[in-house]
């Protein structure tokens, strides 16, 4: 028999056309809704064997196996909280009935949570990029609808000057003046800083390094140690058998405290997060004359995108050009007044 109960559930148990054992639940204890259930799946077996249809397959299924594929990313766990927002809206959706004005709908709802646009991209690029996924790679469909991205507004690179970091670390409890001034020393993401162990330092070598796993981009990054941070870390020893920075003894697993944030306010410094230490640290190296390509190698980017916002701070290979404009423009101002002063003679 192909149906099944079991407990207060009905089951089947089918053999498909190519001889394949299919068994699953039916989701239901009313026998008519698991025998309407049944013959479905017998007939979508049959079309699947003789007509060479493609399988359907659900949201669910293609967001299970996006995580699975990919677990090896450091934005795992943010897949996962976009994905779980998304189920309210595409559970048990077949994939083929996800179209444009479903897609619309799921814009909607999170614009009416009141995020701004860029945070609702962020989900839309998850849902675009799995359904991509299911039409180039899985060969699941055989096209997806058009996922149409807000215009978000283009930010400026937000920096500090010398001075004004030079406020603020005057203004930080030790502990988080030493890992900041650290960050504006080597560029290093927080999780970095703050995760940073004995075992990753060589002092003698003056370089640390950021392995593949405690990379944002998977990939390790060289961490040579100036003066500066070779002094900070020194003044560290002996404080924690781990890890580098501590505070009283105990890892540091949070740098954006209240702590950070009185500190700003004392200093006098608005509109400026941990990560921004980052920007100003790239910024000062771009300002100072680093090649983009040799910061994104110190930065640890995947890409040349992300270093190329910095690019505007840098402009002494553009001003001999900018120079020689200004010598012609010189010469025919100084041709203009002779031509004038041959004239009134």
Same mark, same amino acid.
Request: net charge positive; hydrophobic share 40%.
């Given at each position: ?35 309407e259930?049944?013959d ?13 249809e ?30 779980r927002?998304l189920?309210?809206y595409?559970?048990?959706k ?11 709908r799921i814009?909607? =709802? ?5 995020c701004?646009?860029?945070t609702?991209?962020r989900?839309?690029?998850?849902l ?6 299911c ?5 699941w ?19 500090l000057?010398?001075d ?31 995760g940073?162990m004995?075992?990753q ?7 640390a390094?950021?392995?593949p ?5 998977r990939k390790?990054?060289?961490v040579p140690?100036?003066?500066?941070a070779v002094?900070l870390?020194?003044?560290q ?5 781990t ?12 740098v ?8 700003l306010?004392r200093?006098?410094?608005v509109d ?11 910024s ?7 090649p983009?390509y040799?910061?994104?190698e ?7 995108e ?5 690019a ?8 001999p ?12 101002a100084?041709a ?6 041959? =004239?009134?003679?």
């Amino acid at each position: 028999m192909s149906l099944r109960k079991r407990g207060s559930t009905w089951w089947i148990d089918v053999v498909a056309p190519n001889g394949e054992r299919v068994r699953r639940t039916t989701g239901t204890g009313n026998k008519a809704q698991a025998q309407e259930y049944h013959d479905r799946l017998k007939a979508e077996l049959w079309r699947l064997d003789k007509l060479e249809e493609k399988p359907r397959h659900t949201w669910n299924e293609a967001a299970v196996r996006w995580l699975k594929e990919q677990a090896h990313k450091a934005s795992a766990k943010e897949d996962v909280a976009k994905l779980r927002w998304l189920d309210r809206y595409l559970r048990d959706k077949d994939l083929t009935t996800i179209n444009r004005a479903l897609i619309d709908r799921i814009t909607d =709802a999170k614009l009416v949570d009141g995020c701004r646009n860029a945070t609702v991209n962020r989900v839309l690029a998850l849902l675009r990029a799995v359904l991509r996924r299911c039409v180039n790679d899985w060969e699941w469909l055989d096209r997806m609808p058009k996922v149409r991205m807000l215009r978000e507004p283009k930010r400026r690179v937000r920096f500090l000057t010398h001075d004004e970091a030079q406020r603020l670390l005057d203004e930080l409890p030790e502990h988080l003046a030493d890992m900041a001034a650290f960050t504006l020393a080597t560029g290093l993401r927080a999780a970095n800083v703050t995760g940073m162990m004995w075992s990753q330092v060589d002092l003698v070598r003056e370089l640390a390094w950021i392995h593949p796993d405690q990379a944002k981009a998977r990939k390790a990054i060289p961490v040579p140690l100036n003066a500066e941070a070779v002094a900070l870390i020194g003044k560290q020893v002996g404080k924690h058998q781990t890890y580098v920075f501590s505070f009283r003894g105990q890892a540091i697993t949070q740098v954006s405290t209240k702590a950070w944030y009185a500190a700003l306010e004392r200093a006098g410094i608005v509109d400026f997060r941990w990560h921004d230490l980052r920007h100003t640290w790239a910024s000062w190296h771009v300002q100072n004359g680093t090649p983009l390509y040799a910061l994104q190698e110190l930065g640890g980017w995947a890409s040349t995108e992300m270093v190329r916002r910095y690019a505007h701070l840098a402009a002494d290979h553009l001003a001999p050009y900018a120079q020689r404009l200004g010598e012609v423009r010189a010469r025919a101002a100084q041709a203009h007044g002779t031509n004038l002063s041959q =004239a009134g003679n």
